[in-house]
């Protein structure tokens, strides 16, 4: 009802248009008194809406029930099913559960690397396009809530434009972060269209500088992993390099699945685990954790990080690698996140190559490292009696056949004068071994045919085998090699010989090579393929295959020359080149040498060894790059090594 004034206007009444009729008025003051007597009579008339007014009400009324009418039935019936899969579309999503890697141990069982759960986070490009993101202030937020660069971001696949339809379907932006990192990022994860979060696993690696060649370190699925095995997924994270990559395919693993709901802010609410995943196999080693650790903490001692170094243990009887370590290591537990370009390129331009592992990939000039073989394989052909003295000046002689008068000369590294075959080897007297090496006068010498035969039956010139990759087989060169080597000067003379019986002039061996020689010599003469997997395990522990000593030759050297030999390196300790390894607490053989390197540098310091020398246990190998003299840069290393080892293992 409405309501409107009663007026009049001089005495004389009347009705303003739309006023209502007095009696209508005395009616209702009527009514009213006999509702509520005492109550006052308003000074308000009421009547009934207009018929006009009612018309547009009852119109609006309709509209409004039949625009929602229709937009239930599209809603319900025509986009019902579309509507109905995209909701349980955006209200579950599926995740993958990433298997956490094999344990790998070392021969006494302790753990040399372990898994530690860890969240990060992964872009999804088609997530992101349904959901309308902005490119730009994704990466800017992405930018200020992980502390990277703009750059960091291109690096990692988005377009410079911004365009992120050309974007790859998905982009891991980080792995392994930690819980203050996630704290930071939860309040903002309504605000990050297209990305996700994903657990997995961090490998911890207990020593990482020391171990970083021998274990190496993971790293996520590249383009160029997928072309090579299609089984992988681009989630993964897989071995890059040593027995990470080696033995990927036991430590990996196989990935599970669960399905979550996740609200309308991307939070998930409750999870299904469809597929359990399942961890990789152990793997327990034949490496000496602690020996390996302090092999490498000794050499970073000595050579104060400003030179690169290697050493090789093994054990004799078996070829079994104790320790196996190159210096300088890299920080593996860096390498288990995500490193932008430019600091990969940092590590790369190291001049001191980090990444390169010389233990197995190293080729260097073997020097007087040598010369046992060389000894031994003299005895063996019967060229020369242990006990015939033959006079060192310190330089041999060599008439040029071509030009009359003249002599080319091969120098010693001091004069020796008289030495026999014993004194020849513990000090290492160049003279000597030239003359059994390509012969002087009446001195038959071996010839660079059999000095090349003897010398890849000792493991030099192939592939040993060991189980890492990146094993590389040196070289013992002949006439045929240096004509394709030196086209200009292709013909072979004595004094080519002479240089590889030294160990110089072309000749080249890696650290495990001298190592695994060392010790066919001390065990006598079998030479082991050397390897580093002991065993692996299943989840309960059980041995599920297990490696045996495989050898790759045998009797190289008859007993007795051998323990010729034996006593020659065992004069290198007692009064040669290496006294100071008489410190050791158990008897040591051994041979110093120093190998000729580039012009103007520091020859390279060598040192091989085997103790106890009276009943061999293990086999070293030292090498230290542009360092001088072996007697005085590879020896301390080695006696360090030897007196704490011998030390060790008496307690």
């Known amino acids: 009802m409405m309501s409107f004034p009663f007026t009049s206007r001089g005495g004389s009444r ?35 809406l207009g018929r006009r007014s009612s018309f547009w009400f009852l119109c609006a009324v309709f509209c409004a029930l039949a625009y929602l009418m229709a937009r239930s039935f599209f809603l319900q019936v025509v986009s019902g099913e579309r509507l109905f899969l995209q909701s349980q579309e955006n209200r579950f999503a599926s995740r993958v559960l990433f298997a956490p ?9 302790e753990a040399l690397v372990e898994n530690v759960p860890s969240l990060g986070l992964v872009f999804d490009r088609e997530r992101f396009l349904e959901e309308r993101g902005d490119p730009a202030r994704l990466t800017a937020d992405l930018s200020r809530l992980l502390g990277k660069p703009q750059e960091f971001f291109t690096q990692l696949g988005f377009p410079e434009d911004h365009d ?20 930071a990022l939860a309040p903002h994860a309504a605000e990050l269209p297209g990305v996700e979060v994903f ?15 021998l274990i190496g370190f993971v790293g996520k699925v590249s383009q160029s992993d997928l072309a090579e095995r299609p089984d992988l997924g681009e989630e993964e ?28 802010l991307g939070r998930e609410r409750r999870f299904r685990l469809t597929r359990d995943p399942r961890q990789g196999r152990d793997l327990t080693l034949t490496i000496d ?20 170094a290697s050493a090789v243990v093994l054990d004799v009887r078996s070829g079994a690698v104790r320790a196996l370590v190159s210096a300088p290591g890299f920080d593996a537990n860096r390498f288990g996140h995500d490193l932008s370009t430019e600091e990969f390129a940092a590590i790369l331009k190291d001049p001191l190559k980090p990444m390169f592992n010389r233990a197995i990939s190293g080729e260097f000039p073997s020097g007087s490292t040598i010369k046992p073989v060389i000894a031994g394989a003299a005895l063996e052909e019967g060229l020369v009696d242990p006990d015939k003295k033959i006079y060192d000046p310190g330089y041999l002689d060599i008439p040029n056949p071509f030009r009359p008068g003249e002599r080319t000369r091969f120098l010693d590294w001091r004069a020796h004068g008289w030495v026999n075959w014993y004194d020849a080897i513990a000090y290492s007297a160049n003279v000597y071994f030239y003359r059994i090496g390509g012969g002087y006068k009446d001195q038959r010498g071996l010839g660079i045919e059999r000095i090349k035969r003897y010398a890849t039956a000792f493991g030099f010139n192939s592939l040993l085998g060991i189980d890492l990759p990146g094993e590389k087989p040196g070289s013992v060169p002949d006439p045929d090699l240096k004509r394709i080597a030196e086209p200009d000067n292709p013909d072979w003379r004595v004094g080519d010989t002479y240089n590889v019986a030294i160990g110089q002039g072309g000749m080249r061996a890696t650290p495990l090579q001298m190592a695994a020689a060392t010790a066919a010599l001390a065990n006598g003469g079998t030479l082991w393929t050397p390897y580093i997997l002991d065993s692996v395990r299943d989840a309960d522990g059980a041995v599920v295959e297990e490696r045996r000593p495989r050898a790759i030759r045998q009797h190289l050297l008859r007993p007795e020359v051998l323990a010729e030999v034996s006593r020659g390196m065992r004069g290198t ?3 040669g080149t290496a006294r100071l390894l008489q410190q050791v607490p158990v008897a040591v053989a051994a041979k110093t040498g120093t190998a000729q390197s580039a012009p103007g540098k520091l020859p390279h310091a060598w040192v091989i060894a085997y103790a106890p020398a009276d009943n061999p246990e293990i086999a070293v190998a030292i090498m230290v790059e542009y360092a001088g003299e072996g007697s005085t840069v590879a020896v301390p290393i080695t006696n360090e090594i030897l007196k704490w080892y011998f030390s060790r293992t008496a307690r």
């Open 14 to 48: 009347y009705l303003r248009r739309g006023a209502v009729d007095p009696e209508e008025i005395f009616a209702d003051a009527v009514a009213h008194a006999a509702s509520d007597p005492a109550g006052p009579l308003e000074e308000t008339v009421e009547r009934p």
């Open 101 to 109: 890697r094999g344990i790998i141990r070392d021969r006494y069982r």
């Open 164 to 183: 992120l339809r050309r974007a790859p379907a998905r982009i891991f932006l980080a792995r392994d972060l930690t819980r203050e990192e996630m704290v």
């Open 199 to 213: 657990e997995g696993f961090e490998r911890l690696y207990a020593a990482p500088e020391a171990t970083s060649h």
């Open 237 to 264: 994270t897989i071995g890059k390099s040593g027995i990470e990559f080696f033995y990927n395919a036991a430590l990996r693993g196989s990935s599970g699945k669960k399905i979550v709901e996740v609200d309308s």
């Open 289 to 308: 954790g602690e020996l390996q650790e302090k092999t490498y903490d000794l050499i970073a001692g000595y050579t104060e990080g400003k030179k690169g």
């Open 573 to 575: 300790v007692t009064y």
